[in-house]
Structure formats: structure tokens, C-alpha cells
């Protein structure tokens, strides 16, 4: 074996050692062994044993902290004016509503169409009719087209097109969204809807009104603009109730 | 016929010295490569005590058959087939054959020698 060949077998075997070596080392990972006995385990699982109820013990009383905290935050003034600022939302209609109700939809007389004439928009003065029709039968949230109807919203014809706070309503058919207290009043709502005199007056102007009970709970947007209210103001105490 | 037992040693004492672990899921991969060097050393003996080693084939040897293992068992990792388990396979019998082919020359020679030397004593 020349010198050459010497050289090469053993940078072979340098490299097999230092594999092997490598290798020794990461299986042999638990380099102290265990030689414990019985007695002296049983201290140590005592020792971690009250680890442990010294950590349960911790995590009970801080979950306490937090449930305390918890009845306090619910007890306190804010969260009462928190609760009273969304209901007032809600009421004003600031806040999506979902609920029971019902669906009226208005379209156009699919007979018209053979006389050559179709209604293309509805009149400002019929839906704000229907609006407190609806309103007198205990309908709470109204949405119009997908647009929400609070006490400040104007429905009126500007340019010949109805608009509802200033957006425009020329896609029939409409769907009219209402959502009521609870089921029972739903149903009552629909079946006063049924006979009442709108419907009539809407097929004058070539317009049916179709009624429909939702199986699923209803939801209405949310008014998504500012309120601007100008001629508002505070009852005062003393002065309730005069006028 | 020493420097290559030496260089051994001082490759087990470089590899213990710096303290290197490989992580546990490649030491699959270093173990099957440890099997296939030591396969390739054990055929290198052989060779030379059969005088046809050539030194292109084993050094070539070595690195193909590590990098052969190698890929053989990523290969298997990946195809959920435990592929690493047929280079074992292949490596270990080649070990065994190997190592008893060193063992028969050994014994051989050795057994020449005693005639010999019992010859001239005679």
C-alpha cells in the first residue's frame, strides 16, 4: 500500500469516526442514569406533588380574582351606561337588529305589461303610508330597500325619483323588512297586513304587495349615517309634559 | 496498516471533542450513512487483503453509498414507506459477508504462517 493510497483510507476512517462519534453522542442522550431508589423517588414525587398543589392552588385563586372582577365590571356604573348607551342605539336604530318579522315585497303587476304601461317607482306618499301602517301595527325596525327607517328618515320624491335620506329607490321589486317584538306579534303583523288597505292603494299605482312570514330570523342594517339632529332639545323637569 | 486505525480513533475523539448533536430527526439519516461508510471501510479491508483495492472505487464508493442511504431513507420519510429499512438490510448482510471474507483470509494467512514457521523449525 503506497503512501497515497494510506492517506486516503485513513481520511476515509477519520471521517467514519468522527460519524460515528456524532452519532454515539445523539443517541446517547440521557448521559446521567437514574439511581434513585424507592424512598428517594418517593420524596421526589412528594416534592413535585406539592409543586403541583402549590401551582393548582394559584391557578384557582387567580381564576377567583378574575370571576371578582368579572361581578364588578357587570355591578359597575359603566357597564350599566354601556348597557344603556346600546339599548339606546338599538331604539334609535344606530345598531343592526336581527329578529322575527316579516317580509313585504312590492313589484310590479306582471299584467300591466301586456296594457304597455309599468309602474317604475314607487310614490314617496304610498311608502311613508305603508311606513306608518306599519308602525301602527307594532313593527319596531323597518327597513326599506336595505335601508334603514329611523324616526329622522325623510321618504320624498326629489327629481321624480323616490328617495329615502337621499338615496335613490328605483329597483323593483322592494323588499320591505320589518321585524316585530317576537313571533306573536309577527303573526299578527302578517295577518293585519293581509287585509289591510295598502295593498290596494299600491295596486293603483300598478304595484302589488306581496306578504311573507320569515321562517328564519330577520336582520336589518344598521342607519349608517350620522344623525343630525337640529330642533331637538332636553325636556326640562319642571316643564315635562305641559305642551 | 496502523494510520488507519489511528485516524479512526482520531476521528472518534474530533467527534466527541466538539460536542455536535444532530437533531432526533435526522439522526435516521446519520445512522444509515454511518452503516453504508462502515460498509464501504469493511469491503476497502477486504479489497486490500485481496489485493484488487482500487482507490478511486473506494473513495467514491464511500461518498455514493452515504449519499445513496441518505437519500434512500428521505426518500422513504417522504413516501411514508420505511425505505431506510432496505439500505440497513443491504448494508448489514454486505457487513456480515464482508467481515467474514477478512475473517477466512485472516485465517488463511495465519494458518500459512504457522506451517512455515513449523517448517523451519523442523
Redesign the interface.
Known sequence: ?DS???F????????????????????KEPAVRDTRDTWQLRADILKEKELQLKLLREISSNEEKIAQYETKRKQSKEQVLRETLEELKREAGLSEVTGPGIIISIEPVHEELLLGKQADSVSPDLLKRLVNELNMYDAQHISIGGRRIINTTVIRDINRETMIDGFALNHLPIEVKVITENAQSAEKLFNRMQVSNSAEEFFIDNLRVKVEKSAEPITIPAYDEALRIRYMEPVKPDEGGKS | MW??????????????MT????P?EY?NY??I??LA??D??FG?VRA?LQNI?D?KV??SG?FFNILLAASLAFLGVHLGVDLYLAAVFAFGVRLFQNIAVIRRILIAKWSQNREKTEKNDI
Open positions: 500500500m497515497k493510497k494510506k486516503s483510507f485513513t481520511f476515509i476512517t477519520v471521517v467514519i469516526g468522527f460519524m460515528i462519534a456524532i452519532q454515539f453522542q445523539t443517541v | 494510520l488507519p486505525v489511528l485516524g479512526l480513533i482520531i476521528g472518534v475523539i474530533l467527534g466527541l460536542d455536535i448533536k444532530v432526533d439522526s446519520l445512522s450513512a454511518v461508510a462502515l464501504t471501510l476497502g486490500q483495492y482507490e473506494f473513495v464511500f
